[in-house]
């Protein structure tokens, strides 16, 4: 049992490290609590140099940790969701030697992606309820649903989802813990006029859970589908873009400039569930064009950095043995094992192997730690950001 003195002493570290002032705010402010989403963070409070590591809700991000500069603050920085969020409020947490929360900073509203989001009006039948129909087959309306951000354990029973007033039928969809709705084939089951139409979800229990003008019917729908899967193809592919460029280069994006390109993307989606799929198309050239620019700009930065330490760290060898000196004595087999690692990461950094490069760079730098120390050099060691 833990006694009641330990438990005044945490509660007392716990205070005093909120109490240090450590701030952290985010935008957007709400999302659809998908993985791959980007938020914006900023804050101050922390350790110099600290490596400061964020949570929204029960989620972590991608990247895991964020450093903050010499004066303990994070400059506002693109991090992306690395598991998905349920609907309602969520802390961000922040941790860096001081602690920062942002009570319910962070709200997570339902969304739903139809496939494809317009029909043809006829009634649905897959090749399940229809025999005349090939394997994996379908004919009228048929799509798959799937969600994110919905209440979690939430339960819908069968046949309860409806487009407009028209039944559906389809199994049972349990939303776990996680707000997922996983992916769902839903047949409508009977015929429909033109129009736009609700999508209602009816959960066992609570209120029924309406996405206004979400499913179009059309009598030309069943030519458009092909052209709907491709833009939404198009999409995706940009979101994955988006996901590895923020993975790889996170800490010199130009936040703004990644805001807009994520702003670029939820326009897409808008347009892609309206059907104005030139639009989409459109949408995602100019987003690849952006991610290209931006790929080439944390390139450029991520060089340089990393050619700007590999001149730190050369300075330093070269203060403990002089270019074409003799080797020290002390010290002589550490300084040349770091100059090798530093061609080797010269010869990276060209090739643009940046996270190779990074790696030699860290192993020539405990080297030239190495030497110091074997030869007596005194030397104030700098915090280095990686």
């Given amino acids: 049992m833990v006694s009641r003195h330990v438990l005044i002493l945490l509660a007392g570290l716990c205070a005093d490290a909120v109490a240090r002032g450590a701030t952290i705010a985010v935008s957007p402010p709400s ?13 101050s409070g922390f350790d110099p140099a600290a490596a400061v590591t964020i949570q929204v809700g029960e989620a972590p991000v991608v990247p895991a940790s964020l450093t ?13 969701l690395a598991a998905p969020l349920p609907a309602g409020k969520h802390d961000v947490r922040a941790s ?5 929360v942002a009570r319910n900073a962070y709200l997570v509203r339902p969304v739903v992606t139809l496939d494809p989001p317009i029909g043809d009006g006829r009634a649905g039948a897959t090749w399940r309820t229809d025999k005349s129909l090939p394997p994996g087959g379908y004919s009228g309306m048929v799509f798959t649903l799937n969600g994110t951000g919905l209440p979690a354990d939430t339960f819908i ?3 309860s989802v409806r487009i407009g007033r028209t039944p559906c039928v389809h199994d049972p969809i349990r939303i776990g813990r996680d707000g997922v709705l996983p992916s769902t084939t839903i047949i409508v089951a009977a015929g429909m006029a033109s129009g736009r139409y609700d999508l209602v979800l009816a959960p066992a229990t609570g209120a029924a859970v309406t996405f206004a003008a979400t499913y179009g019917v059309a009598p030309w ?5 092909v052209r709907q899967r491709a833009a939404a193809r198009a999409l995706e592919a940009a979101r994955t873009e988006i996901r590895a460029l923020v993975a790889v280069g996170s800490d010199v994006l130009p936040a703004d400039d990644v805001s807009d390109v994520t702003s670029d993307v939820s326009s897409a989606d808008i347009e892609l569930k309206a059907g104005n799929f030139d639009n989409v198309e459109e949408l995602v050239r100019q987003i690849r064009e952006k991610l290209a620019a931006l790929g080439k700009q944390v390139a450029t930065t991520r060089r340089d950095k990393l050619r700007a330490l590999a001149d730190v760290i050369t300075s330093g060898f070269d203060t403990i ?10 010290g002589g087999a550490s300084v040349s094992q770091g100059r090798r690692k530093l061609k080797e990461a010269a010869e990276a950094i060209a090739g643009g192997r940046f996270e190779e490069a990074k790696n030699l760079l860290k192993a020539a730098n405990e080297l030239l730690k190495k030497a110091r120390a074997a030869a007596g050099v005194q030397a104030t060691e700098e915090p280095i950001r990686w």
């Fill in 157 to 159: 029973p069968a046949d």
């Fill in 321 to 330: 043995q002089p270019p074409d000196a003799p080797p020290a004595r002390q």
């Fill in 221 to 225: 729908a069943a030519s458009e589908t």
């Fill in 31 to 43: 999302g659809a609590g998908r993985p791959g989403e980007a938020l914006r963070l900023e804050g």
């Fill in 68 to 80: 903050a500069n010499a004066s303990g603050t994070l400059a506002a920085t693109i991090v992306l």
């Fill in 96 to 100: 860096g030697g001081a602690l920062a």
